[in-house]
């Protein structure tokens, strides 16, 4: 199902359709000694980018260079 991107089921009128794996892109930034929600704002985006570049669900944390997977979702 994963490896399809979709799973198999009936909509809401009984009928047979194909449904996309949700997945979701996460950043999480420490507001601590940020000086700005500007500061905060524009870093949020830039981890938000590296999540989605991940394949699947990821989440990008401020105080770590690595970005992690979430194989369990999407």
Same mark, same amino acid.
């Not at 938000?48 to 394949?55: G, S, T």
């Given at each position: 199902? *994963? /490896?399809r991107?979709? %799973?198999e089921?009936k909509d *809401?009128?009984?009928? @047979?359709?194909k %449904?996309?794996? #949700?997945? %979701?892109? &996460?950043a999480? $930034? /420490?507001?601590?000694?940020?000086s700005s929600l500007y /500061?905060?704002s524009k &870093? =949020? +985006?830039? &981890?938000? *980018?590296r #999540?989605? +570049?991940?394949e699947?669900s990821a989440i +990008? &944390?401020s @105080? =770590?260079e /690595?970005v992690l *997977?979430?194989? %369990? $979702?999407?």
């Amino acid at each position: 199902m *994963r /490896e399809r991107g979709y %799973f198999e089921g009936k909509d *809401r009128e009984g009928n @047979w359709k194909k %449904f996309p794996i #949700a997945s %979701f892109s &996460l950043a999480v $930034v /420490e507001g601590k000694g940020k000086s700005s929600l500007y /500061e905060v704002s524009k &870093l =949020s +985006a830039e &981890l938000k *980018r590296r #999540a989605k +570049a991940v394949e699947g669900s990821a989440i +990008a &944390l401020s @105080w =770590s260079e /690595e970005v992690l *997977r979430c194989p %369990f $979702v999407g």
